[in-house]
Structure formats: C-alpha cells, structure tokens
C-alpha cells in the first residue's frame, strides 16, 4: 500500500494541477477552473514574450501550492494591477493575483499539466495588441481594455 500522499499524486487530476518548467514550482486546484480568456495588454506582450497571454480565471481560494513557495516571486507592477508570479528559478509564468483581493487570480493556460478543460472565449485589451500579430477572426468576445471579472 503506497502511502497517501504519493497515491494522491498519481491520481491528481492533470486538468486541475499544474507547475513551473524546471518543476520547482507545484500547484492545483480543488475545482476546475470555468472561464478563461486572451490578454493582448502590453504587460502581457513584455511577461510572456509573445503576442498574448491565455489564462484561466479562478477563485482564488480553490487554488494551493503544493511545493516550491520560496521559488515563486511576486512582480507588482508600480502602477497598480495584479502581481505576475513566477518561478524565480526557471522564469515560468504561473499565475496572477489581486493583491487586495486574493480571490482574484488567472492561472496561465500553459502552467496547467493537462487540458484545464474550459476554453478562452474572450479576448482583452486588443487596443494593444501586438502589430506583428493581427487578431484572429475567431469569434472571440472582444474588449478595447480589460473584461470585469463579474
Ligand atoms: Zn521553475
Ligand atoms: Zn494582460
């Protein structure tokens, strides 16, 4: 009989945990995450390198860390708006937070270890979005600046 908490890691649902590249950094969720959304802003574009950010907007009080709390680092931008997370070791991308609202975070679609199951069905901030990366014609809500979170 395997001990509980290494059968708990085999049976953890990949939808629903999730971590950092050089794998430091662990998290999951205690519920699915049900909306999820592109950021085009112009953070998003400098953070991730790309054109835009695919993130899971969650509760926050579903969410834990199961190791590697002292990897992760907190960026909050001078200017007000949610801190990035990050693994200070391998520079992965984690996940956001309100700092006044902690029950406010996005996970990054690409942190989770299998598909999160919800699909990105809007897209924020195109006002901003990357010259080098027209938007796709997909059908996606759009949004000129942020999307309320209610
Ligand atoms: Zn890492
Ligand atoms: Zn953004």
Redesign the pocket.
């Known amino acids: 009989m395997r001990s509980t908490a290494v059968s708990r890691r085999f049976l953890a649902d990949p939808s629903v945990t999730g971590g950092c590249l050089c794998g430091g950094v662990r998290f999951e969720l205690t519920e699915p995450a049900t909306a999820a959304g592109y950021?085009h802003?112009t953070?998003?574009q400098r953070r991730t390198g790309t054109g835009a950010?695919a993130q899971a907007r969650i509760d926050g009080r579903t969410f834990r860390l199961l190791q590697g709390e002292e990897l992760v680092k907190a960026w909050r931008p001078p200017d007000s708006g949610f801190e990035k997370c990050f693994c200070r070791e391998c520079g992965a991308h984690l996940f956001s937070r309100n700092p006044e609202d902690p029950t406010q975070m996005s996970v990054r679609m690409g942190a989770f270890d299998g598909d999160p199951g919800v699909r990105p069905s809007w897209r924020a901030?195109v006002d901003y979005a990357a010259p080098w990366e027209p938007i796709p014609e997909d059908g996606l809500e759009r949004f000129a600046e942020g999307k309320s979170r209610f």
């Open positions: 950021c802003c953070r998003c950010s901030y």
